[in-house]
């Protein structure tokens, strides 16, 4: 959705740096996610915001940080990248006042490469 | 927490032909179950959503059904197109509904 975008698109780095991913959204939504995806393993939650005061753990934080600067950007960190974190990584919104069953809009990825 | 299980994890059939992707959830308490589309280079998209109230529903070549007894709930695609290529995921809500507990996949091929 082009509402919804990510940069950057794709991003290869080395074991043990630090790096930043980051997502902003024109929808006006309130509430912001994180996944990553695997092959074979669908899609899991890193972490997610329902307001710019709120951050809330995923399946799988460890290894990774967020913030959420404003309602429109929400961004993605690793601290000290390893291997096992290239994956794809997906930013998506909701919109609370639709809810409480609210459809999520994704962005279009960011593919990363740690080597 | 919810546990999605889907299957199968790849399917190929030939344009015409009707494709079935199942999934069963753990927590009785789910009542919304979406479907995203996948399609290369892009990010899921929802198309096509049931809440527990009803058995199923129908959009235009896509259809969903539920069975709460049984907590298992289905997509099926009739009249396949190239179009319909894609990676489908299954969702069930995770605690508050507005968090999600993905299935791992179905990769469709639609063949000619």
């Known amino acids: 959705d082009a509402d919804v975008t990510q940069t950057p698109r794709n991003r290869i780095t080395k074991t043990g740096k630090r790096i930043m991913l980051e997502c902003s959204q024109t929808k006006g939504h309130d509430r912001m996610y994180w996944y990553r995806q695997d092959p074979g393993l669908g899609l899991q939650l890193i972490y997610y915001?329902?307001?710019?005061?709120?951050?809330n753990k995923g399946e799988i934080s460890d290894g990774y940080s967020v913030s959420r600067q404003a309602q429109a950007k929400f961004s993605l960190s690793l601290e000290s990248a390893i291997p096992n974190q290239t994956a794809l990584y997906f930013c998506?919104?909701?919109?609370?006042?639709?809810?409480?069953?609210?459809?999520?809009?994704f962005g279009p990825g960011t593919r990363l490469l740690v080597l | 927490g919810e546990n999605v299980e889907q299957h199968p994890s790849t399917l190929s059939v030939q344009e015409g032909d009707s494709a079935v992707i199942k999934c069963t959830y753990s927590d009785s308490a789910s009542n919304y179950f979406p479907w995203y589309k996948q399609e290369l280079g892009k990010g899921p998209q929802l198309i096509i959503d049931?809440?527990?109230?009803?058995g199923e529903k129908k959009d235009q070549r896509i259809a969903v059904t539920l069975n709460k007894t049984a907590k298992h709930f289905s997509l099926h695609i009739t009249e396949t197109q190239p179009e319909d290529s894609a990676v489908y995921f299954c969702?069930?809500?995770?605690?508050?509904?507005?968090?999600?507990?993905f299935g791992t996949g179905t990769r469709l091929q639609v063949t000619l």
């Open positions: 049931i809440r527990s109230n009803v």
């Open positions: 969702a069930a809500p995770s605690g508050t509904a507005s968090k999600l507990t």
């Open positions: 915001s329902f307001d710019v005061k709120d951050i």
């Open positions: 998506a919104t909701s919109d609370s006042r639709t809810g409480p069953q609210e459809t999520q809009y």
